[in-house]
């Protein structure tokens, strides 16, 4: 029997290039091998000789609101935009593959996204796929982790507060590190910041702010 026929990913729903890509080169096309995959964590490996990057970014608009907002956006508006384009997800508690189209019930741990990046103009596309490790509710924060098959490994946290005020400040933080100095030193910060701008810019549209 013939791959087409027995894999249970749907490639014609997933409209770039370099996801399908990295499906084709991790062969992930069955619901196992999804499961399968590893995502980094930083509380089992030592990340003395990573690298972090900080940003802040401020949403005009009371906290509670604004968590639900990155909570339940859907993952075709968060990643979308000159540089992000969701490919699809993963789900671990269900053991389940959506698309571009399916409905969303929002952030959970253990949803792996597969996104493409496009960097230099369009020179430069890549596939990046993470995880949703944990969505801490009182915290009001959420953690994802690189998937080992990444280019890089590292981990990333979002971090709302109240600010004085009274709108909402978001921290985000990243530690990372790849096997290029050149690309961690110069390349990833510039690029990682543009990348995660844009994603919380889409989080504000979403609440209907500029």
Known sequence: ????HTQDVNLDRISNKQVVSFIHDNQLY???????????????NCTKTFYTHHKTFHIRERIEKVWEAYKNIHPKQA?????????????????SISYIDDEYAGAKAGQIVLIRVKALGGLAKVAVGHEITAVHEKEMCLETSYLVKGKS???QRIQLKTCKDGFTEISHDTIYKS????????IYPFFHTKAIREFHNNIRRSLGLA
Do not use: I
């Not at 096997?179 to 110069?186: I, T, V, Y």
């Open 153 to 155: 490994l590292g981990s």
């Open 30 to 44: 069955q619901l196992n091998d999804f499961a399968a995959l590893e995502s980094f964590c930083p509380k089992s």
């Open 1 to 4: 029997m013939s791959l087409l």
């Open 79 to 95: 990643w979308c935009g000159n540089m992000l384009q969701f490919g699809m997800q993963y789900c671990r508690k269900n053991n």
């Open 179 to 186: 096997g290029s100095w050149l690309r961690d030193k110069l």
